[in-house]
């Protein structure tokens, strides 16, 4: 079988225009970025259509180290709606250099479920990246300049100060840093570090904000730390805010292309999902909800990350309710959690996939907490045996679910026919809005046992010295009535990557709550998860490269 990216480059790409034309969309109304890329304005958004369209999530079980296929399916279900007759968009977020370069290599989907152009999707883009990077470090300038300068009204306490300089690669030697050393003219010193990019509290406040005024306050609302006489400073104390959002003009609005085939999808901001919010910017939602009759969109890693996330975050902001939800199963991730090993997992083994089970089951389970409408989607891979398919299939449909086989990376839409029927029915038929499963006027202690009791399974939390002192700062703060949202490891329904499967009796450990005041949620830090991951051993970077006629080779 050919590469993704020889799939890429010999499938057909329309002038963006024609695109934009299927989405009844002036050419006079893009702005564009070359011939196959354009940006969005968000005066195309129409309320009153949004409410009346069906929109999509999807999610998965916990997922293989490599992933398992969100994108892939999401894309092409869209591409199966519209070869059924339905208006369909795909909206994604937008890939980090960081997975790009590291162990993914690439999330534009795949196959023949990708994203077009995809190597500019992969890596620079349209800039949104680039600028969240400059408007988080811009805000990192102007507080140590703050720190130095002896005549600041401020006055600001640099032993206080969580803010942190941010940047789109992995790279786990800038976790941890001391800055300002060199004598008095070059600051005081002091330690910090930088996080990645997409875990930046300016990735998640561009991603909920509603327009450039609602930027404009987010960013405001941003704390810092506290003055030598211990009173809060936010960012629009310091008047950074207009600054920092007239750099983001132009990354606010979302960014049209298409996926293989010529049918639209739209792809804007990129939080993890793991360390941030995990999907994509409500604006961009609302754009597809508006030129589309079906947006299928995803949320990263499993459903206790990504989808929890969507909705007891995105969705209660932006007043958003899935019609329906598709869970994605694999062979491979089942086998995983039955005990097969990464390098075994193309190998058939029906009865590790039967012990696999329990994950899938899990995830199943924590989709009717939430009163959301559910269809389970097989991703095929070409390893894949009949009988270990049928296994799945037997399993949903005893637990009174529907499933249905994806077979997307070697067909595209074709192989998403079945799957998008039943999407079109359940999403049709579907009366239930989605429930949230907490309530924000509860403490942060309850808030996040919900969480990791109702969603993970653990039997009990551990909050540790600094969360407490944490929980007390916020509530001196009036921001404990704040949505919560958990980093966690993505590798287990547990904090501990080590416990596959569905662990039990198992305790989720609290180590601190990071304040994302401006984004409008508290981020508790769960067992050893980082915000600045670090490459693998393999590196994708290693097997990329780039010819004289500007060929780009090894991006999958």
């Known amino acids: 079988m050919p590469t993704d990216l020889e799939i890429a480059r010999s499938a057909k790409t329309e002038h963006i225009s024609i695109i934009a034309k299927k989405l009844g969309i002036d050419e006079n109304d893009l702005e564009y970025y070359g011939k196959y890329k354009a940006k969005l304005p968000l005066s195309l958004i129409d309320f009153e259509k949004v409410k009346k369209s069906k929109l999509v999530l999807v999610s998965a079980i916990t997922p293989t180290p490599a992933g398992e296929g969100k994108t892939t399916v999401s894309i092409g279900l869209s591409q199966g709606l519209n070869l059924i007759g339905q208006k369909s968009t795909v909206v994604l977020r937008e890939p980090s250099l960081g997975p790009v370069f590291g162990i993914k290599g690439g999330a534009a989907g795949g196959g023949y479920a990708q994203v077009l152009p995809m190597e500019d999707i992969n890596l620079h883009f349209t800039g949104d990246i680039p600028a969240i990077e400059k408007a988080n470090n811009l805000l990192s300038a102007l507080i140590d300049n703050e720190i130095q300068n002896k005549k600041s009204s401020f006055n600001l306490d640099a032993r206080t100060i969580n803010w942190r300089r941010v940047m789109d690669m992995n790279d786990r030697s800038l976790r941890n840093i001391v800055i300002g050393l060199g004598g008095t003219a ?59 959002a007239a750099l983001l003009k132009d990354a606010i609005k979302p960014n049209l292309v298409q996926t293989i085939g010529g049918y639209p999808a739209i792809i804007h901001g990129g939080p993890f999902a793991n360390i941030a919010q995990g999907t994509n910017s409500v604006i961009a939602t609302r754009m597809g909800l508006s030129l589309s009759d079906f947006v299928v969109t995803e949320a990263g890693f499993g459903f206790d990350l990504g989808a929890e996330k969507f909705l007891d975050i995105k969705c209660r902001y932006a007043d958003l309710s899935p019609s329906a939800v598709v869970l994605v199963a694999t062979v491979r991730a089942l086998k995983f959690h039955g005990g097969a090993k990464l390098k075994e997992l193309k190998e058939p083994n029906p009865a590790a996939v039967e012990k696999g089970l329990v994950n899938l089951e899990k995830h199943m389970e924590n989709m009717k907490v939430f009163n959301i409408c559910p269809v389970v989607a097989i991703n095929r891979f070409s390893s894949d045996t009949d009988e270990e398919i049928k296994i799945i299939v037997d399993f949903v449909r005893s637990k009174n679910m529907v499933a249905k086989v994806a077979d997307v990376w070697a067909k595209g839409g074709e192989g998403a026919i079945e799957l998008a029927e039943a999407v079109k029915t359940t999403a049709e038929l579907c009366m239930n809005k989605f429930k949230p499963l907490y309530e924000l006027d509860w403490t942060i202690e309850k808030k996040i046992e919900t969480i990791a009791k109702t969603i993970y399974g653990a039997e009990a939390i551990d909050f540790r010295p ?12 009036g921001l404990d009535k704040l949505p919560v ?14 416990l596959l499967g569905r662990p039990k009796d198992f305790v989720v450990t609290v180590r601190e709550i990071q304040i994302s005041s401006g984004a409008g949620f508290l981020v508790p830090i769960t067992g050893d998860i980082m915000r600045m991951p670090g490459l693998p051993e393999e590196p994708a970077a290693y097997k990329m490269d780039i010819d004289n006629d500007g060929n780009i080779e090894g991006l999958f």
Do not use: W
Request: glycine fraction near 8%.
């Open 466 to 477: 600094q969360a407490k002192n944490d929980i007390r700062r916020i509530g001196k703060l």
């Open 186 to 244: 070059n600051g005081i010193p002091r330690e910090t570090g930088f996080d990645i990019t997409a875990a930046s509290e300016v990735m998640a406040v561009l991603c909920l904000s509603n327009d450039l005024d609602d930027l404009k306050r987010k960013l405001g609302d941003i704390f810092i730390g506290y003055s030598h006489d211990k009173k809060p400073v936010f960012v629009r104390d310091l008047g950074a805010n207009g600054a920092m």
């Open 485 to 498: 949202c958990i980093a966690k490891t993505q590798k287990s329904l547990s904090d501990n990557p080590d």
